[in-house]
């Protein structure tokens, strides 16, 4: 009696249930199955965003309207994965806090000369935010996504570490430095510890249908480019391209289109290479610098910069050194954390206000901020 008994409670033991953002794409894909194959109940969710507004006269391809994370076709692909996995899926429209969280600000920034990171916005305020409320009706355990991070217990503090993913040339990380402790409790990132072919691999050994998928570098929500995007929504005059020699060569379309380190696009001719190094608001004057020719080359350099702020994720650098990440691509670079100074051993190129500055001690995540 006693054994039928433990065998009954056994049987009756819930699986722990986790909520997997899935976008039709192979990462979210694969994360599903991998949970669903460690034993865990999946519910699927697919997120709606804010998408462009087509113009009069040009609703023939409203396709090209669509937001590339949330497309018809993005959702008829999560729909198959989670039909071959046997999972409900659900949608969550998130299109006005999207808009207002990521877009607005973009906008924003960019209207205010500084340089903008959606996604790290997008995984703060929606991904990460929106999304575990949301999910709080499921009664779940867990918020899973596709992002290519770890997380590990770190035992002697009795905290969560976010590390580097395996696969560094598609770690995520970068974007991630807003979570909490408290959320890092309750995320799994199923995919921290395998490199991009090896998912590519799972993918096509589970059966899933869109183990082929391209993957989107883009920014989502533009649906033509850049400069037509913030064209249509930044009202910027034109003015004078001038080297920091103060030599005119060439027009600029509008300050607010620029970004600091840019050089495709500057439509100056087969001169140079440029890159943007400042922008004169006062005298709507684009500055550009040409690091081949003698004595420009240090105008793209800077080895101190400002960050407001910032979020730690993990305890603070002993002594202030650690690795920062001025980019999402940037290489790691030798620093000194002072207050909201980030002092370098060796000077940065292109450092751009309003990117984000991210800390890391090898490959452990220790937190970041908004460069200023």
Same mark, same amino acid.
């Given at each position: 009696m006693k054994a039928k008994r433990a065998k009954k409670m056994k049987n009756s033991v819930q699986r722990p249930r986790v909520v997997v953002a899935m976008s039709g794409g192979v990462d979210s894909s694969v994360a599903a199955a991998l949970l669903q194959r460690a034993g865990y109940e999946v519910i699927g969710v697919f997120m709606k965003f804010w998408k462009e507004t087509p113009k009069r006269g040009r609703t023939k391809n409203l396709c090209n309207y669509e937001n590339k994370c949330c497309s018809a076709e993005a959702q008829a692909d999560a729909r198959r994965v989670a039909a071959k996995l046997k999972i409900p899926l659900y949608t969550v429209n998130a299109e006005k806090e999207f808009k207002k969280r990521v877009v607005d600000y973009?906008?924003?920034?960019?209207?205010?000369?500084?340089?903008?990171?959606?996604?790290?916005?997008?995984?703060?305020?929606?991904?990460?935010?929106?999304?575990?409320?949301?999910?709080?009706?499921?009664?779940?355990?867990?918020?899973?996504?596709?992002?290519?991070?770890?997380?590990?217990?770190?035992?002697?503090?009795?905290?969560?570490?976010?590390?580097?993913?395996?696969?560094?040339?598609? +770690?995520?990380?970068? %974007? =991630?430095?807003?979570?909490?402790? /408290?959320?890092?409790?309750? &995320? !799994?990132?199923?995919? #921290?510890?395998?490199?991009?072919?090896?998912?590519?691999?799972?993918?096509?050994?589970?059966?899933?249908?869109?183990?082929?998928?391209?993957?989107?570098?883009?920014?989502?929500?533009?649906?033509? +480019?850049?400069?037509? %995007? =913030?064209?249509?929504?930044?009202? /910027?005059?034109?003015?004078? &391209? !001038?080297?920091?020699? #103060?030599?005119?060569?060439?027009?600029?379309?509008?300050?607010?289109?620029?970004?600091?380190?840019?050089?495709?696009?500057?439509?100056?001719?087969?001169?140079?290479?440029?890159?943007?190094?400042?922008?004169?608001?006062?005298?709507?004057?684009?500055?550009v610098a040409n690091p081949l020719a003698k004595g420009q080359g240090k105008d793209l350099l800077q080895k101190e910069m400002i960050v407001k702020n910032v979020n730690w994720v993990s305890a603070k650098p002993d002594n202030g050194k650690c690795q920062v990440k001025i980019r999402s691509m940037a290489k790691m670079a030798e620093a000194t954390i002072k207050g909201n100074k980030i002092v370098f051993n060796k000077p940065q190129r292109a450092i751009a206000s309003g990117q984000s500055a991210v800390f890391y001690s090898k490959d452990e995540l220790l937190g970041g901020g908004i460069i200023r």
């Open positions: 973009f906008i924003r920034e960019y209207a205010a000369g500084r340089t903008p990171n959606p996604c790290v916005e997008c995984n703060h305020y929606i991904k990460f935010g929106l999304l575990v409320d949301k999910t709080r009706a499921f009664g779940t355990d867990f918020l899973a996504t596709g992002h290519y991070a770890k997380i590990s217990k770190n035992s002697k503090r009795k905290t969560q570490k976010l590390l580097i993913a395996k696969d560094k040339n598609k +770690d995520q990380s970068y %974007f =991630l430095y807003t979570l909490t402790q /408290a959320k890092l409790k309750k &995320i !799994i990132f199923p995919i #921290g510890n395998y490199r991009k072919p090896e998912v590519r691999q799972l993918a096509k050994k589970f059966g899933l249908p869109i183990f082929e998928k391209r993957d989107s570098q883009e920014i989502c929500f533009i649906a033509t +480019d850049l400069y037509g %995007f =913030l064209k249509a929504r930044i009202k /910027a005059g034109a003015g004078p &391209i !001038i080297t920091v020699n #103060g030599k005119k060569i060439g027009e600029h379309r509008g300050l607010a289109y620029y970004t600091i380190g840019q050089r495709k696009g500057l439509n100056i001719g087969g001169t140079g290479p440029y890159y943007v190094v400042k922008k004169d608001f006062k005298k709507n004057t684009l500055i």
